[in-house]
């Protein structure tokens, strides 16, 4: 019997995050640990009338092809992954990994050109998005290797993440709920829409950035889930001032922790950390614009409440802020183009403020009326 979670998991994505329709082309990619939940997409794909596409992956795949692929192979971009990303009408991607240090002790100079090659489909992505050709979703499954990361048990972590979703029993109208989510936090883009000078202060940042131009989005389960923040693209030349992350920033299964980053007319000039600064250069160094920032935002979902080592839930901590390294989003008017988007994650519960036009608009993890 599928579990009701997964249920209501899958009313989420069908019918509020890409509202699915009859004839619609929906490609699911997920690892085969996560079958039960896209059997539960699957099916409800199906009762709307639209075409279930399934791209499984093997468990382990991703480290069998590190350890055996060649350049070209390295290089080479998946055919059907291709087409779903260019013509599909809606993508669901699933996380679901079983062991998440598998690539830890991967060479970076081959995670980077894997990377480089994959970057079409981020872009074909993006491009979508933003001309609303695509409805794109990341989420994930729950498995016993991120409950560890999160120092919890496997039930535990289950309860957890579905609580965060909405999707869990206590939630009678998963839709619903997510529907009261996107109004309440249109009144927060509506108050910050429009304005130009950013300024966030706090014990572990002194920054200063623009967002005149630039578009604030709701982010409300439409394109990740579990969701909550409101974030925008600052303008790329912006930023000036310092900030030292308080929890690791983890990216490609490596965990760099205090990351301390100092820009100058936008650009990380200065960058160290206590753990795999290595790492972190080499990732700065990918391309010209990934000493840039792509994504400023806001996390609003307090129903996560510590950290879990995983950016998709991470990044909406309910009082913190984070910064993204690398590609913008086109829909909010970044300019910015990278191979990485890196989000980075600073707390902001604690004698911190975020100023808009020289007004309080944001006080110790609480926006201010």
């Known amino acids: 019997m599928t579990d009701i979670r997964h249920r209501k998991f899958a009313q989420i994505l069908v019918d509020h995050s890409h509202k699915i329709k009859p004839g619609d082309r929906v490609a699911i990619t997920a ?3 996560a079958e039960p939940l896209v059997r539960a997409i ?23 092809f590190f350890a055996g692929a060649n350049d070209e192979q390295l290089d080479f971009v998946p055919l059907f992954h291709q087409m779903a990303y260019e013509q599909f009408d809606v993508l669901i991607k699933i996380r679901s990994e079983t062991n998440t240090r598998a690539l830890s002790n991967l ?3 081959r995670q980077a050109r894997r990377q480089r090659a994959m970057a079409r489909l981020l872009a074909a992505q993006m491009r979508r998005g933003a001309d609303k050709s695509l409805r794109w979703m990341s989420t994930l499954y729950p498995t016993p290797a991120y409950a560890m990361e999160a120092d919890m048990g496997y039930a535990e972590y289950q309860d957890f993440f579905f609580g965060a979703c ?30 130009d000078q950013v300024v966030l202060r706090g ?22 889930l579990p969701d909550g923040e409101i974030y925008t693209s600052p303008v790329e030349e912006s930023l000036e001032g310092w900030v030292r992350y308080t929890y690791p920033a983890i990216y490609q299964s490596r965990e ?3 990351v301390e980053l100092t820009f100058e007319k936008g650009k990380v000039v200065k960058a160290t950390a206590r ?9 700065l160094d990918s391309d010209a614009g990934a000493r840039y920032v792509g994504e400023f935002a806001i996390g609003t979902n307090m129903e996560i409440n510590r950290f879990t080592r995983d950016i998709l839930l991470d990044e909406k901590i309910g009082g913190t802020f984070h910064m993204a390294l690398g590609a913008g989003y086109p829909e909010t008017g970044s300019r910015n183009t990278s191979v990485i988007h890196w989000d980075m994650i600073c707390d902001m519960r604690q004698d911190a403020e975020i100023l808009v036009d020289g007004q309080v608009f944001y006080r110790n993890g609480e926006f201010v009326s």
């Open 275 to 283: 753990k795999n600064q290595d790492f972190l250069l080499q990732m």
């Open 31 to 33: 690892p085969t640990y």
């Open 256 to 258: 760099v922790d205090g």
């Open 166 to 195: 909405h999707a869990d029993e206590a939630t009678p109208d998963p839709v619903a709920y997510w529907q009261g989510v996107q109004r309440k936090q249109e009144e927060y883009v509506a108050r910050i829409q429009g304005h």
């Open 203 to 224: 014990p572990n940042v002194d920054l200063h950035l623009s967002i005149k131009g630039r578009i604030y989005k709701n982010a409300c389960g439409l394109q990740n």
């Open 42 to 64: 699957y099916e409800q794909v199906l009762a709307r009338g639209a075409h279930p596409h399934p791209l499984l992956e093997l468990q382990g795949q991703n480290e069998a």
């Open 107 to 109: 060479d970076p100079a």
